[in-house]
């Protein structure tokens, strides 16, 4: 009878046991398929590298620097990005405004809802092959009093590098978009501030790329302030081109009242004007060349009040420009003012994509 029991228990256990182990393989197999993407690299990346995979991209403008998803008259839609892989384009750069999503005093808490619909976007762009660019986008205050500010942006950061520390490598972190206002003036405060936020970001992401750019709202002609942290190399270097201002801002409401009087500039592509973009791009290329660090041109675009024609010129003339020099780009933007795409109409607008994109 002893024996028998004994043989009874020991059959439980074996299937007890086979049942276990079953249930932990299907575990295995839903995470893996809930979790499609490469863990982050264990070493270090060839910044140059990394930054060819931008390529060419488009950023995300007026969704999620809203107060509210919408408020500025965009939603993205995960169709979207399937429409912009599907064109040929290799990245999209994100901006979000995360202080209007975080708790108004320290430790300053990102709300956990906006995380999620953040990590959605993310996840679905990165799903698609594409690469993304996560920026930190009109956070005013710190433009205004940068030192009384400091922590709420090294909190931010603490918080986003954290939680996307498990993405892989084709997520960048962008610190700060344009700094500017108090900046402008203390170009050693913001290098200072970017190094800290730095600093925080390489704790749990080692390897991953953090674009950087300079005072005066990325300016081109601002990248001989910019002083980076000398060992670290997996930076990669921004700036923004909207030369002639009067040009790509006519009426502008945002500028001011004054953009109208521009309304009707023209780009005709002459000797003059071409030379005039190439030749600030080949300033900034020596600047890169002398600190040894990859350039990328994170916004340029013409608004929708400037006539198609010159605008299909100087994007075309400005994207090329970048790309002979290995200057990857994310255009300004996809579906709003200076959209390459009529959400509208559901299409793209034919002379902006094919001067992003030529056939
Ligand atoms: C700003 C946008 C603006 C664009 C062109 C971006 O950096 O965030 O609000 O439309 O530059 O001026």
């Known amino acids: 009878m002893k024996k028998m029991l004994l043989f009874l228990f020991v059959g439980f256990m074996l299937v007890s046991l086979s049942c276990t182990k079953k249930s932990t393989d299907t575990q295995n197999d839903d995470q893996k398929t809930e979790w499609p993407f490469e863990p982050p690299s264990d070493e270090p990346l060839d910044a140059f590298e990394m930054n060819a995979k ?110 996307y520390k498990d993405y892989p490598d084709n997520l960048f972190f962008e610190i700060l978009n344009e700094p500017h206002g108090a900046f402008n003036s ?39 302030t910019l002083e980076l942290p000398q060992d670290d190399r997996g930076i990669i270097v921004t700036f923004h081109y909207y030369d002639p201002f009067q040009f790509t801002h006519q009426g502008a409401s945002w500028v001011g009242e004054h953009s109208n009087q521009w309304l009707g500039t023209t780009w005709g592509g002459s000797p003059d004007e071409r030379k005039e973009v190439s030749d600030a791009f080949d300033a900034a290329v020596q600047w890169a060349q002398e600190h040894n660090r990859p350039l990328f041109l994170g916004e340029f675009g013409a608004y929708e009040k400037a006539d198609m024609n010159s605008r299909y010129r100087w994007t075309e003339f400005v994207a090329r420009t970048a790309e002979k020099r290995n200057i990857s780009w994310t255009y300004w933007e996809f579906g709003a003012g200076f959209g390459v795409y009529d959400r509208d109409k559901g299409e793209w607008r034919p002379l902006l994509l094919k001067a992003l994109i030529p056939s």
Request: proline content about 4%.
């Open 54 to 163: 931008i390529g060419r991209g488009l950023n995300l403008g007026n969704a999620l620097e809203a107060t509210k998803e919408g408020d500025w008259g965009m939603v993205i839609k995960d169709e979207y990005l399937k429409i912009i892989a599907d064109a040929g384009f290799n990245s999209i750069r994100l901006p979000v405004t995360w202080s209007t999503r975080t708790a108004k005093t320290s430790p300053y808490t990102i709300d956990a809802k906006f995380f999620e619909r953040v990590d959605h976007i993310v996840q679905t762009a990165l799903g698609l092959g594409l690469t993304v660019i996560l920026n930190n986008h009109h956070f005013d205050e710190l433009n205004e009093n940068p030192t009384a500010n400091r922590q709420w942006l090294l909190k931010i950061w603490e918080q986003v590098a954290e939680h």
């Open 186 to 224: 203390n170009a050693p405060l913001w290098n200072e501030m970017a190094a800290e936020a730095l600093r925080i970001i390489r704790k749990d992401n080692p390897w991953r790329m953090v674009v950087i750019g300079p005072i005066r709202w990325n300016s081109i002609h601002t990248l001989s």
